[in-house]
Protein backbone atom coordinates (compact mmCIF):
# COMPACT_ATOMS: atom_id res chain seq x y z
CA UNK A 1 0.00 0.00 0.00
CA UNK A 2 1.08 3.69 -0.61
CA UNK A 3 2.57 5.47 2.41
CA UNK A 4 3.73 8.93 2.80
CA UNK A 5 5.96 9.70 5.81
CA UNK A 6 6.73 13.60 7.06
CA UNK A 7 9.95 14.59 8.65
CA UNK A 8 11.52 17.99 9.19
CA UNK A 9 9.10 19.12 12.58
CA UNK A 10 10.49 20.88 15.61
CA UNK A 11 10.40 23.67 18.35
CA UNK A 12 10.77 27.13 16.59
CA UNK A 13 11.01 30.62 17.96
CA UNK A 14 8.38 33.08 16.54
CA UNK A 15 9.77 35.07 13.35
CA UNK A 16 11.90 31.85 12.46
CA UNK A 17 12.05 29.65 10.03
CA UNK A 18 11.49 25.75 9.64
CA UNK A 19 11.49 23.04 6.44
CA UNK A 20 9.27 20.21 6.52
CA UNK A 21 10.20 16.95 4.10
CA UNK A 22 7.37 14.34 2.88
CA UNK A 23 8.60 10.90 0.76
CA UNK A 24 5.71 8.92 -0.80
CA UNK A 25 6.10 5.90 -2.10
CA UNK A 26 3.95 2.09 -3.21
CA UNK A 27 3.16 0.06 -5.53
CA UNK A 28 0.41 1.96 -7.55
CA UNK A 29 1.02 5.51 -5.65
CA UNK A 30 1.13 7.98 -8.48
CA UNK A 31 -0.83 11.25 -7.13
CA UNK A 32 -2.21 14.38 -9.34
CA UNK A 33 -1.37 16.31 -6.49
CA UNK A 34 0.44 16.48 -2.95
CA UNK A 35 0.07 18.94 -0.40
CA UNK A 36 -0.19 19.85 3.38
CA UNK A 37 -2.27 20.33 5.87
CA UNK A 38 -2.30 21.26 9.55
CA UNK A 39 -4.13 20.76 12.81
CA UNK A 40 -3.93 22.22 16.18
CA UNK A 41 -5.46 20.88 19.37
CA UNK A 42 -9.41 21.57 19.23
CA UNK A 43 -8.88 22.52 15.43
CA UNK A 44 -10.50 20.84 12.54
CA UNK A 45 -7.54 19.79 10.18
CA UNK A 46 -6.90 22.94 7.56
CA UNK A 47 -5.58 23.18 4.21
CA UNK A 48 -2.14 24.93 4.17
CA UNK A 49 -0.67 24.45 0.57
CA UNK A 50 -0.78 21.99 -2.18
CA UNK A 51 1.21 21.70 -6.16
CA UNK A 52 0.29 19.31 -8.42
CA UNK A 53 2.75 16.78 -10.18
CA UNK A 54 2.20 17.86 -13.58
CA UNK A 55 2.72 21.53 -14.07
CA UNK A 56 3.73 22.42 -10.60
CA UNK A 57 0.95 24.79 -9.84
CA UNK A 58 1.24 26.09 -6.34
CA UNK A 59 -1.96 26.93 -3.64
CA UNK A 60 -1.82 28.17 -0.48
CA UNK A 61 -3.83 29.67 2.18
CA UNK A 62 -4.67 33.14 2.92
CA UNK A 63 -3.29 31.91 6.94
CA UNK A 64 0.54 31.22 4.83
CA UNK A 65 0.48 33.18 1.87
CA UNK A 66 4.08 35.12 1.65
CA UNK A 67 5.28 32.93 4.80
CA UNK A 68 5.35 29.56 3.47
CA UNK A 69 6.54 27.76 0.30
CA UNK A 70 5.53 24.28 -1.61
CA UNK A 71 7.94 22.61 -3.46
CA UNK A 72 8.63 19.39 -5.52
CA UNK A 73 11.74 17.12 -4.01
CA UNK A 74 14.37 15.41 -6.20
CA UNK A 75 12.53 12.19 -5.98
CA UNK A 76 9.93 11.84 -7.77
CA UNK A 77 7.05 11.58 -4.94
CA UNK A 78 8.46 14.09 -3.02
CA UNK A 79 8.03 17.69 -1.03
CA UNK A 80 8.78 20.18 1.11
CA UNK A 81 7.30 22.81 2.45
CA UNK A 82 9.92 25.96 3.51
CA UNK A 83 7.73 27.95 6.32
CA UNK A 84 9.36 31.42 7.34
CA UNK A 85 8.35 34.34 9.64
CA UNK A 86 6.61 31.53 11.86
CA UNK A 87 3.86 32.64 14.42
CA UNK A 88 2.65 31.04 17.78
CA UNK A 89 -0.95 30.29 15.83
CA UNK A 90 1.03 28.15 13.12
CA UNK A 91 1.44 25.84 15.91
CA UNK A 92 -0.10 22.12 14.85
CA UNK A 93 0.36 18.68 13.38
CA UNK A 94 1.76 18.76 9.95
CA UNK A 95 0.04 16.51 7.85
CA UNK A 96 1.62 15.37 4.17
CA UNK A 97 -1.32 14.32 2.07
CA UNK A 98 -1.64 13.19 -1.53
CA UNK A 99 -4.41 12.75 -3.89
CA UNK A 100 -5.52 12.08 -7.64
CA UNK A 101 -7.23 14.31 -9.70
CA UNK A 102 -10.96 15.15 -8.46
CA UNK A 103 -12.24 18.04 -10.87
CA UNK A 104 -15.29 18.45 -8.67
CA UNK A 105 -13.52 18.17 -5.67
CA UNK A 106 -11.47 21.63 -4.30
CA UNK A 107 -7.71 21.15 -3.62
CA UNK A 108 -8.55 22.63 -0.45
CA UNK A 109 -10.65 19.69 0.82
CA UNK A 110 -9.03 17.20 3.19
CA UNK A 111 -11.78 14.94 1.78
CA UNK A 112 -10.15 15.54 -1.82
CA UNK A 113 -7.09 13.47 -0.89
CA UNK A 114 -6.65 9.71 -0.75
CA UNK A 115 -3.11 9.36 1.31
CA UNK A 116 -1.87 10.62 4.66
CA UNK A 117 1.24 10.79 6.50
CA UNK A 118 0.97 10.15 10.47
CA UNK A 119 2.26 13.92 10.63
CA UNK A 120 5.01 16.32 12.23
CA UNK A 121 4.75 18.29 15.30
CA UNK A 122 5.54 22.46 14.97
CA UNK A 123 5.40 24.30 17.89
CA UNK A 124 6.40 27.83 17.73
CA UNK A 125 7.47 29.53 20.94
CA UNK A 126 9.88 31.93 22.98
Known amino acids: QAQLVESGGGLVQPGGSLRLFCAGSGPTFDPYKMGWFRQAPGKEREFVAA????????FYSDSVSGRFTISRGVARYTTSLEMHSLKPEDTAVYYC???????????????????WGKGTQVTISS
Open 51 to 58: ITLRLNTT
Open 97 to 115: AAGRGYTSIPHTAAYAYDY
